[in-house]
Every structure is written in C-alpha cells, then in structure tokens.
C-alpha cells in the first residue's frame, strides 16, 4: 500500500484501495489503479497477503452518529442501497469482468474500524492505508472483534457526498473490484471531517468475511 503522491490543488480528490485475504483463496491485488474521469486522482495499489486474524481485542465499539458519517441524512441506508446496487449487476472494473454477486450487510465492527481510521487520517491530516501507529487495514478489522477470513478497504478524501464517494470508488479499477468481490459478506464505512485538514472529509470503507 502506497500513500499517494501530491495531489492537485484543483480537484482534491483521492482514492486508495487495499485487500488482504486467507492464504487459500486465490485473490490477486489487479494492478496499479489510474485516474478515474472526471473524479480526481486515485493512488494506491491494491494488494494481497497471506494470513489470518489472529487474536483479536474487544475495544468499545464506536458509534454510528453525525462526528462518524459526516453529518450525511440516512448515511447507512444510502450507502446500502448504493453498495448493494452496484453489486447486483455485473460490470467490468478496469479490464477485469466482475459478475453479479449477492448483497453484502452492514456490520458494526467494520464500521467502528472504518470510523476509527477515517477519524485517525482526519485528526492527524493525512491519508494513507497504514495508520499513524502502523496498522494494516485488516489488522484494524480484527482490533474490532472481526475475525476474518477476507479483509479488504477504500478510502477515499476530499468527496462532499456518498453518491461521489461511491462513484468515484466504481470508476477505478482496484476500487471497484473490491466492492464486487463475492467473497465479502459484510461492510461498513464512515466518513469523518475535519475543518482545516487538507481534504475536509475522509472515508474508509471496511470490507470483510468471517472465518
């Protein structure tokens, strides 16, 4: 996972996508994303490593409230509605053909890892997978209480509303085939702002299936 490179004073805008997975599944990264039309510039390259969750802790889990979605009406249901639309038809993400798969569901878990970091990349005015205390995003996952057997993530900064966010996540290759991969089941995302922080909002999407 790769932090990105500067980025344009007109349209800042920045997509990054990671995807970790169990050692038997054949999961691959699907190459450096490119710019997506019209969405600003997209960083990062999807990437895949053997493993599992391991032990995971038990922390409080952070509430889905105005401080974690941005202050967006009906935040959760939009974005179901969007995610789950997407993955009802089929679409090619970059040269890569992905078919029709089943809806995933929100779980709280991978909502408090995504509102966690989202909330950890505005505060501290940066934006990268890795965490400021160098957590991987499935490490982050499992800290929640998630144990995974597939654990992948966007992000995203600088989008003003979940239409754009997903829009921009579908229009990049890597990003979007995470959101289609048929071994997820469950999601959560979060979107955090932050007044005089680079990009304003940042969004963190949590993807994952359980062991």
């Not at 969405?39 to 922390?59: F, H, R």
């Amino acid at each position: 996972m790769h932090a990105p490179h500067t980025p344009s004073a007109r349209l800042p805008l920045w997509i990054a996508a990671g995807v970790t997975c169990l050692a038997v599944a054949a999961c691959g990264g699907g190459g450096s994303d490119t710019a997506a039309p019209a969405a600003g510039s997209v960083s990062g390259t999807p990437t895949s490593v053997a493993g599992s969750s391991g032990s995971t802790g038990t922390p409080g889990l952070l509430a889905l409230d105005a401080s974690t979605s941005c202050g967006l009406a009906d935040f959760q249901n939009t974005l179901m509605q969007q995610i789950n639309a997407a993955r009802s038809t089929g679409r090619t993400c970059g040269s890569t053909a992905m078919p029709a798969v089943a809806p995933l569901a929100w779980n709280n878990r991978l909502f408090s890892a995504a509102a966690r970091h989202s909330g950890d990349m505005a505060t501290n005015n940066y934006f990268s997978h890795t965490g400021l205390n160098g957590s991987t995003p499935a490490q982050r996952i499992a800290a929640e209480g998630y144990a995974w057997s597939w654990a992948g993530e966007n992000i995203a900064a600088g989008q003003q509303t979940i239409t754009s966010v997903m829009n921009g996540w579908l229009a990049s290759p890597g990003h979007c085939a995470n959101i289609m991969r048929a071994e997820y089941r469950d999601v959560g995302v979060s979107c955090v702002q932050q007044s005089g922080s680079t990009y304003g909002k940042y969004w963190t999407m949590a993807l994952a299936r359980p062991q």
